[in-house]
């Protein structure tokens, strides 16, 4: 992860694990980050970290007769030029006093952002006894 999407607050790790979350899953179009301007303020209210997802594809491509694999250097581009992109909109949101992740997974889109949800809801802690 980029040094400049880590948390940029002194907060207790206690602090931060009460803090709500925002997901913003990220495809690189406009239709998708026209969502950011609405979330700046939501989050500043509220003091949540928000997360940037993005999932590329496997690099395997199919075929009607078969499946190929991509070297493994295209993949490690692909996640580095996603990398680069989160990187770019998590800047745009810290200039606005925002905590952001950046998370970058390898999968069917659906499947991933799925499992990555139940996975964020597993983390957080639980109120009431």
């Known amino acids: ?7 940029t607050t002194k907060k207790s790790e206690s602090e931060t694990a009460m ?7 990220l495809d690189g179009s406009r239709f998708a980050e026209a969502i950011i301007p609405s979330v700046i303020p939501l989050a500043r209210a509220y003091s949540s970290t928000v997360t940037l997802l993005t999932v590329i594809a ?5 075929t009607p007769w078969t499946a190929i694999a991509l070297p493994e250097s295209q993949q490690e581009e692909w996640e580095l030029e996603a990398h680069d992109y989160l990187a770019k909109v998590a800047h745009t949101l810290m200039a606005q006093d925002v905590l952001v992740r950046i998370r ?4 069917d889109p659906a499947l991933s ?14 109120s009431g006894g």
């Open 58 to 62: 496997p690099p395997v491509v199919f």
């Open 19 to 25: 803090q709500p979350q925002i997901l913003i899953p």
């Open 1 to 7: 992860m980029n040094a400049a999407c880590a948390s």
């Open 113 to 126: 952002i799925a499992t990555f949800v139940r996975q964020m809801e597993s983390e957080a802690p639980r």
């Open 104 to 107: 970058v997974l390898v999968g």
